[in-house]
RNA sequence: CGGGGCGUAGCUCAGCUUGGCUAGAGCGUUGCGUUCGGGACGCAAAGGUCGCAGGUUCAAAUCCUGUCGCCCCGACCA
């Protein structure tokens, strides 16, 4: 099969020259390239070959760029993988990747596959489909239904299932089946495969999507401490994975949310598109997703003119933080800053068990975090399994839960709710300005552990911000964007005791499997690389996912010379299993030209005016022109390549 | 789901306010010719149920009602 695949390409080249039709097409050109893409691309894909000398003609390649960016796009990733032809928006959120996209989309997959592989993970394919009783098992199904973000359909027997967003249930199904004893432990079994999440709102192109392509993990085993190893072992293999797929990603501490566990540190690319923010410390090398960072914020300086006693002061019209200070600052309080208030929100907590009023408290001058409180409310409320959801109340509800318009609640007399939660940087004894329970009323004075009406549990609760200190080394915290395209996760037990999925231990007694899982979202890898990775021009891809390593020019269709120094570089060049084009299409060079930059292919070899000396231009996608006997053209190139995807590790 | 915007040729958009000729332009596509080192030029051509449905009117891309879809800002996540 091999030799047929090398014979074929011998053919194309000899048949290549000769010019058939007035329009400067070759028929010959074109039989030969269809027997090729007929007999041998398909044979080599199905015997594990990689595609690396398939040949390739800019004229059957189907190229399509646009030289306007279509208008629904807003970031790079998603304009410059559009217009030159990479995706194809099919609906929202579903998108068709384009033969270009395809190469590059199995590159990252071979990446990612060989450095799981590396650490002993096993690849599997899991089904998309998932039957609804497996999600009970876990107890997800409820989760999932209340977020909606699993989208869910019925075959003609009446049966509900879920389409994939993530694969624990059926992963820990199967090790159940499969992985008896301790002695088979631990184990890591991964795929790359579709996931379905019903995505509020699709964005930003490949970046949020409904349908997308991840490669998940889950690794089983018979200790924490095994566990620990393997969870390093794969923040290393996602090091390793990223550094080889051309990303400068980083690892952050991260909440672990609906998939659940209790470590988690998220893979980020830094990108001012990036959805995540993170904050993280220079000094320390601390970093965190805002929605999980902690740090110290400053104490507020004392109230001086609070008096001894809560004191209920008429604030009429003055509902919000600003306000407030405003008005107190004009009748008696000229020191008062927005630290002095005690802010508190109201919200509705459902949980499997029903739903729950709650107050959270937080210093007037910071901001709730919500995952901070979901989390809070949900070791709060342990024998009802976790918070599924938490809005915040509307108007009328905080009327019947404060007895006052909104804008005047507190955690005094007159609050009714189920649980009341305060930021634990408003523990001590300071006096601060609440809100009264009564319209147009706040109480001053107020020492929350000596004045509050309902019982109060001191959390974590505050956003964290610029500035706060470190965790670690108390130094100001910094923040900046990121694109999350990994997640690591430690998930315990939490998935194989509701399963009942069980092993033999060394004591001969069943023990539940403590698990990890991990993700890394192959198809917004490809986005996030655009991001990272392009110019004025077009994308500039990193050697080891470009779809093509090199093009070679030629400038002047019909030029005997030309055309044949073309052919001699190009063949040259899939001799040695580079991956090349030629741009046989009859257009002005400055067409090839635009067309490669935008595609972003990372070498160029320019066959034209130097030809008549032997001479021929080399140019890497960022880099200069450089002249080069066209003798050694396809040594030059081959070398650049081979440099440039074994970086060192 | 709340707030904002948009649906007219493959793409980017004019036209709509103030209803009225055969619905336009640029890019792209096809044919012929001239060109040929950074998105050439000339000539010719194809391509549209103006998102869909209903209504008002002598007459609707244009006005009204409904509906569907898409995009952007906020709450979910790889």
Redesign the pocket.
């Known amino acids: 099969m091999d030799g047929a695949g090398h014979r074929i390409e011998i053919d194309v080249g000899r048949g290549h020259r000769r010019r058939v039709?007035?329009?400067?097409?070759c028929q010959a050109r074109l039989l030969a390239t269809s027997a090729i893409h007929r007999d041998c691309a398909p044979a080599c894909r199905r015997q594990g070959v990689p595609p690396r000398r398939t040949p390739m003609l800019a004229s059957r390649m189907n190229?399509?760029?646009?030289?306007?960016?279509?208008?629904?796009?807003?970031?790079a990733s998603?304009r410059l993988l559009m217009?030159?032809g990479f995706l194809h928006?099919s609906?929202?959120?579903?998108y068709l990747y384009a033969p270009l996209l395809k190469r590059v989309l199995d590159k990252v997959e071979r990446i990612v596959a060989e450095e799981m592989a590396a650490t002993g993970a096993l690849e599997i394919v899991m089904p998309i489909l998932q039957e609804q009783a497996l999600w009970e098992a876990s107890g997800r199904w409820a989760?999932y239904q209340a977020?909606?973000?699993m989208l869910t359909v019925r075959d003609r027997g009446g049966m509900t299932f879920g389409l994939a967003?993530?694969a624990e249930e059926v992963v820990t199904d199967y090790a159940s089946h499969v992985v008896k004893s301790h002695k088979q432990l631990p184990v890591t079994f991964f795929q790359q495969h579709t996931?379905f999440?019903?995505?509020?709102?699709?964005?930003?192109?490949?970046?949020?999507?409904?349908e997308?392509?991840?490669m998940?993990a889950y690794s089983f085993h018979a200790s924490d401490e095994s566990l620990d190893q393997t969870y390093q072992a794969m923040r290393a293999a996602y090091d390793r994975a990223f550094r080889r797929l051309g990303l400068e990603a980083f690892a952050v501490e991260?909440?672990?949310?609906?998939?659940g566990g209790s470590g988690s540190h998220?893979?980020m690319v830094a990108a001012d598109v990036g959805?995540?923010t993170i904050m993280f410390c220079p000094e320390s090398g601390y970093a965190a997703n805002v929605?999980r960072a902690t740090g110290t914020i400053p104490v507020a300086p004392a109230w001086e003119s609070a008096p001894e006693a809560p004191l209920i002061t008429h604030t009429p019209g003055v509902g919000t933080i600003e306000q407030v200070v405003g008005f107190l600052r004009a009748h008696g309080h000229p020191s008062l800053v927005a630290s002095h208030l005690l802010k508190t929100v109201l919200f509705v907590a459902k949980t499997a068990a029903g739903s729950h009023s709650v107050a959270a408290c937080v210093r007037g001058d910071r901001e709730l975090n919500?995952?901070k409180l979901?989390n809070a409310l949900t070791r709060l409320l342990t024998a009802e399994g976790p918070v599924l959801?938490?809005?915040p109340m509307q108007a009328d509800e905080v009327r019947d839960a404060t007895s006052a318009e909104p804008g005047f609640a507190g955690p005094v007399k007159g609050l009714k709710v189920a649980f009341c939660l305060a930021d634990r940087t408003l523990q001590g004894r300071a006096p601060l300005a609440t809100g009264a329970n009564l319209t147009d009323h706040h109480i001053l004075g107020f020492v929350l552990e000596r004045d509050a009406a309902v019982p109060v549990a001191f959390d974590d609760l505050i956003t964290i911000r610029p500035g706060d200190g470190c965790p670690k080394s108390g130094k100001p915290l910094q923040e900046k964007r990121g694109?999350?395209?990994?997640?690591v996760?430690k998930l315990g037990t939490k998935y194989s005791q509701a399963m009942k999925a069980e092993f033999t231990g060394a004591d001969q007694k069943l023990h539940p499997f403590i698990m990890g899982c991990y993700?890394?979202?192959?198809?917004?890898?490809v986005?996030a690389a655009v991001e990272q990775h392009h110019d004025a021009?077009?994308i500039c891809w990193p050697t080891s996912i470009a779809p093509y390593q090199c093009v070679v020019v030629p400038?002047?269709?019909?030029d005997a010379a030309?055309e044949a120094a073309a052919n001699q570089v190009y063949h040259e060049l899939l001799a040695h299993g580079i991956e090349a084009i030629l741009d046989d299409r009859?257009?002005?060079?400055?067409?090839?030209?635009?067309?490669?930059?935008?595609i972003g292919i990372p070498h160029?070899v320019?066959?034209?005016?130097?030809?008549a000396e032997g001479l021929?231009?080399l140019?890497a996608r960022r880099g200069v022109?450089e002249n080069a006997p066209l003798a050694g053209a396809a040594a030059a190139i081959i070398a650049r390549v081979r440099g440039a995807s074994t970086p060192a590790a």
């Open positions: 039709g007035p329009a400067g097409r190229i399509s760029t646009l030289r306007e960016d279509p208008s629904e796009a807003e970031i998603h217009r030159a928006k609906g929202s959120g579903l989760a977020s909606r973000t967003p993530t996931k999440r019903d995505e509020i709102r699709p964005r930003f192109g490949l970046m949020r999507v409904k997308f392509i991840m998940d991260a909440d672990s949310g609906a998939i998220e893979f959805e995540d929605e919500e995952v979901t959801q938490l809005r694109i999350e395209v990994g997640h996760f993700g890394i979202g192959s198809s917004r890898v986005a021009d077009g400038t002047k269709t019909g030309v009859d257009v002005k060079p400055g067409v090839k030209f635009k067309d490669w930059d935008l160029r320019v066959c034209g005016r130097g030809v021929v231009e140019k022109v």
